[in-house]
């Protein structure tokens, strides 16, 4: 057996005494430590958001405001969405783009009173805080003291009425100022699973009540960054870092739906020629789903073949789908290779083991839709 | 009938010139759910200390290596098809491969009972 671990000074949400009393084992990630599964275990918590409601600490994260009407007019010169259209309490979600066309990170923006809020990765929030300073001319405040929970599952709303019950109708992807369990939270309908749920902003010093009151609810179970990941995966969202980075366009990554209509048509964000480029003839490579045949898992690195054997790419993320019950994978091929049901093989172990591109997500999404 | 321990948290219970091998359940433990085994074909030669199959958890994949040299006589088809009886019960169905094993004597050198619980209590 090969059991690592490392040990290196790391730094803790306000909800570290929680997960620790609730027997959760912490690992390092993105400079934090953080819950990666609890006694429960990976599989029963990923099963459990996806029948009923997950309760994440997702602290880690990075929130930074902009304040000011131009904000949204501001920020368009760094992001392709379009933001100017983006209505009061509404979120999207953006890149942040280098000049390249290349993505320095993905993250959810909502306009708020007098600016925007924006919630970045974990691992980005120093140097995405730095690049918009630098970049921007109006206030960019750094909120990493705030807290942020997510919790997530088709029983999520119904969990949430008991404590705000005007929250279960907002629309996904927008946002309210609702108070729980007594605390000043501002709550979003948005998350990181493909199922309904709500993201939850607050101050640090309020986290741990606000969760406890929630996992005090019987349909809630703390979920750690390992279900995370496998949930994320199971509907085919990127991962920072592994998915897409800095050599990676929106386009080959599947992600061109973000860039609105009118951006497309004026330009005006970094790397806007390539990108445009890449749109009018289709990029050289592409993002797919990939299933295995057989039961191996493929990590995120594992070589990808053609049906004759030649390179066709690599995987970016890999593993196991609790939901899906097997093996599932996302990686680039050549753009020739990318249609759904192209023939592959997956070099695990030095085997190449035959698998086949798959639509994403692999899992459905159940996201909140308003009645009509 | 005797249980010998490695530091990589394999156990080997020999019977005989024959030993069946597993993980511990520390390691069971550190692994989490165990979604995916990988076994060796019945025949293969193994190395003391080389790969004797893959475990893989949600998370990750490990090797497991042979406590000892040998060949391998049987397989636990059964942790194959249902992979989370190496969580459930890895000292008893959670078994992975049965060794003919070259040299008993390398058994020596393992811990014993006792001695593999002082030294998972170390490692805190």
């Known amino acids: 057996m090969s059991l690592t671990d490392s040990t290196a000074p790391l730094r803790q949400t306000p909800l570290h005494a929680l997960h620790v009393a609730r027997g959760a084992r912490m690992v390092p990630f993105a400079g934090y430590e953080m819950p990666v599964q609890y006694p429960t275990g990976i599989v029963a918590e990923h099963l459990h958001t996806r029948a009923k409601a997950g309760l994440f600490d997702v602290s880690h994260m990075g929130q930074i405001r902009l304040v000011g009407a131009a904000a ?17 309490g509404r979120m999207r979600y953006t890149l942040l783009l280098n000049e390249a066309g290349g993505i320095i990170d993905d993250l959810m923006v909502t306009r708020v009173e007098d600016g925007l809020v924006l919630v970045v990765n974990a691992a980005c929030k120093e140097g995405d805080l ?7 001319d109006l ?3 750094p909120l990493f003291d705030r807290a942020l929970l997510a919790l997530q599952g088709p029983l999520a709303a119904a969990v949430l009425a008991r404590f705000a019950p005007a929250v279960a109708g907002i629309p996904f992807m927008s946002a309210v100022a609702a108070e729980i369990a007594g605390k000043s939270c501002w709550v979003s309908r948005s998350g990181y699973t493909g199922e309904d749920g709500f993201e939850i902003a607050l101050a640090g010093a309020d986290a741990a009540a606000v969760a406890e009151a929630l996992l005090a609810e019987p ?6 960054l390992g279900a995370r990941d496998t949930l994320r ?3 085919g969202l990127c991962l920072y870092g592994h998915d897409i980075d800095a050599t990676t366009n929106p386009v080959e990554a599947g992600l061109a739906w973000t860039i609105g209509r009118r951006r497309r048509a004026e330009g005006g964000f970094p790397g806007a020629a390539a990108i445009l480029a890449a749109l009018a003839e289709g990029p050289r490579r592409r993002r ?37 019950g097997g093996p599932l994978a996302m990686g680039y091929v050549a753009a020739a290779l990318a249609a759904p049901g192209t023939r592959l093989a997956l070099v695990v172990r030095d085997v190449p083991r035959p698998a086949a591109v798959v639509p994403l997500p692999f899992v459905p999404a159940r996201y909140y839709r308003s009645p009509a | 009938m005797t249980v010998r321990f490695t530091r990589d948290h394999e156990w ?6 024959i030993a069946v091998v597993g ?10 759910d165990v979604v995916y085994v990988e076994l060796p074909e019945p025949g293969r030669k193994v190395e003391r200390g080389g790969e004797a199959a893959v475990v893989e958890s949600a998370k990750a994949a490990s090797e497991v290596y042979a406590p000892a040299t040998g060949e391998v006589v049987a397989v636990n088809e059964a942790i194959v098809a249902d992979p989370a009886k190496v969580n459930a019960d890895p000292m008893g169905e959670g078994w992975f491969v049965k060794l003919r094993l070259a040299d008993p004597a390398e058994l020596d050198g393992l811990m014993d009972e006792a001695a593999y619980a002082r030294f998972v209590a170390e490692l805190g």
């Open chain 1, 233 to 235: 995966l199971e509907a």
């Open chain 1, 219 to 224: 349909e809630v179970l703390p979920i750690g």
């Open chain 1, 130 to 136: 730095a690049h918009l300073q630098r970049r921007l």
């Open chain 1, 72 to 88: 949204d007019r501001a920020l368009e010169a760094l992001v392709p969405g379009d933001l100017q259209s983006l209505a009061p």
């Open chain 2, 12 to 17: 080997i219970r020999t019977e005989g010139d």
């Open chain 1, 288 to 324: 797919v789903g990939i299933r295995p045949d057989g039961r191996a898992p493929a990590r995120e690195g594992t070589a990808i073949l053609d049906a004759a054997g030649n390179p066709a790419g690599t995987v970016t993320s890999g593993g196991f789908g609790p939901t899906l």
């Open chain 1, 139 to 141: 206030a960019v405040e």
């Open chain 2, 23 to 32: 993980i511990t359940d520390y390691a069971q433990s550190q692994l989490g």
